[in-house]
């Protein structure tokens, strides 16, 4: 191994980023509580700065360091960058809640901007070992920040510890089906390189030996543990309980970001090493996609506490996803990864104005707490409209096109009766979105306190809004950086 082959300045944004968390967590040590604010605003110029190098870094070709474990293409570029915007959002979005409940630490940060490194290392896997590397330390910060709570949460109902004790355990279970499913693949290829594994499924697909047999064992394996990750249907069930139990400034995070390496895993595991057996997966997203779609929007109707709402509509959004892959198509996953990154910031902005609304001592996460909002602050239900239109794929919202894009990937490969049930269960998650509306807009409001937040989040949380309206209004932008991306 020389020095050449490493090609360290290929992975200078994620070892700028490795150092400054490093840094962070030496310095906020050394901090009192009340300049605690420092921590923040390093913790915030590290993405900045992490960033720009992303950008000055970007290339068209294909290059690989770290004796090809480690890649750099179009795609590892594009959602380091969108990985890099939300989680800046993110941040945002939750200094003033952690400060209103005690809980203004460097833990969150520093945790924080691991796990942000984590995705980073999975966009850019090109190796089962990298992608497994970045998915457990993306794991385990996650694992850690949900059981990230007050005084007051520990000592009553211990909400934020049985989450995390649920999310680790089931997190557990998904890692070791994932780990079986690698070793199976290593065993049949003799490598861990994800090209070397493309081209040992080819030469078994044409033989249709025991190796082909073994190689879709090992694919079951791997389409669980993905399913696991991405919370899709049958092995959903932590979602909403991790989204209810967690802190929401850590339930943000968890419904954002992640979505996005989680795109990059199924595109570097199922198209980049599996592609050769896409007819096999095919039909078992196709089932996954579905009930995702049915359960998520089913269940989000009968909830009352609007962070489970939101994760039932996680669960049905990423059955959406979950369409523009099986296509198997260009187009397919052109339109799966302009859903992913739409989708990351309506999530985004929808927990941004829960933060907005709940107060010390006070979790604004039910429903009704949105209760004639547009009384308080007409211009935050108008944001908040915004999202849940967007969310439930009403134009003109980004939302709406979207969704449009992976119905015309799937119809485009002639299931058109897959676009039909994807449309079907959209029309019925419609309902539990215009719920939202219609307290904001027309129950009386029982608490007319005005909302009070700085300036940091009012600007955030317009400029998060009104870009989800404009992204419908100009869709072309984005949708053809996504497309540039696989063509």
């Not at 594994?197 to 079951?220: C, P, R, T, Y």
Request: glycine letters at 8%.
């Amino acid at each position: 191994m020389t020095f050449e082959s490493l090609n360290i300045a290929i992975a200078l944004p994620e070892v700028f980023l490795l150092t400054m968390a490093c840094l962070v967590l030496v310095v906020d040590v050394f901090l009192p509580q009340t300049k605690r604010n420092f921590t923040y605003v390093l913790t915030q110029l590290t993405l900045i700065i992490t960033f720009a190098l992303v950008l000055s870094n970007q290339t068209d070709a294909r290059v690989l360091a770290f004796n090809d474990l480690f890649v750099q293409d179009a795609m590892a570029d594009v959602l380091k960058l969108f990985i890099l915007m939300v989680s800046f959002g993110v941040f945002v979005y939750s200094r003033e809640y952690l400060i209103a409940r005690d809980i203004f630490k460097g833990e969150f940060y520093v945790l924080g901007l691991f796990s942000i490194l984590g995705m980073m290392l999975m966009v850019s896997a090109n190796n089962l070992l990298m992608l497994y590397l970045g998915l457990e330390l993306l794991s385990l910060c996650l694992y850690a920040l949900v059981a990230f709570s007050d005084s007051r949460q520990r000592q009553g109902s211990g909400n934020a510890s049985e989450a995390a004790m649920k999310y680790f355990v089931l997190g557990a279970i998904a890692s070791g089906m994932l780990l079986y499913g690698m070793s199976i693949l290593y065993g049949l290829s003799g490598s861990l390189a994800l090209s070397d594994i493309a081209l040992a499924v080819m030469e078994s697909s044409k033989a249709d030996n025991a190796q082909h047999i073994g190689m879709i064992f090992g694919l079951v394996f791997i389409v669980v543990a993905l399913a696991f990750k991405l919370g899709a249907v049958p092995f959903h069930m932590w979602v909403p309980d991790v989204y209810h139990g967690s802190p929401t400034a850590v339930t943000a995070l968890i419904a954002t970001a992640p979505k996005l390496a989680g795109f990059a895993m199924l595109m570097r595991l199922m198209v980049e090493a599996l592609g050769g057996l896409q007819a096999d997966w095919q039909q078992m997203i196709i089932v996954i996609s579905i009930l995702s779609m049915a359960v998520g929007n089913i269940f989000a109707i009968a909830q009352t506490n609007i962070k489970r709402m939101l994760a039932y509509s996680t669960i049905s959004h990423v059955g959406f996803i979950l369409l523009g892959i099986l296509a198997g198509t260009s187009a397919g996953y052109s339109s799966a990864m302009f859903y992913t990154i739409s989708y990351a910031f309506m999530s985004l902005g929808g927990f941004g104005i829960i933060m907005l609304l709940a107060r010390q001592g006070f979790e604004a996460d039910n429903i009704s707490d949105l209760t004639g909002l547009n009384q308080r602050s007409p211009w935050f239900a108008f944001i908040m409209m915004i999202l849940m239109l967007s969310m439930a794929g009403v134009p003109p919202t980004v939302g709406f096109w979207a969704k449009l894009a992976v119905l015309s990937a799937v119809v485009d490969i002639d299931m058109v009766w897959m676009a039909i049930v994807a449309v079907f269960f959209s029309i019925i998650g419609i309902f539990y979105y215009l719920r939202i509306i219609k307290v904001m807009y027309f129950d009386e409001a029982v608490d007319t306190q005005p909302l009070e937040c700085g300036r940091d989040m009012q600007i955030a949380l317009s400029t998060n809004g009104l870009a989800i309206l404009a992204l419908g209004l100009y869709p072309a932008a984005l949708m053809s950086l996504c497309v540039s991306v696989f063509n």
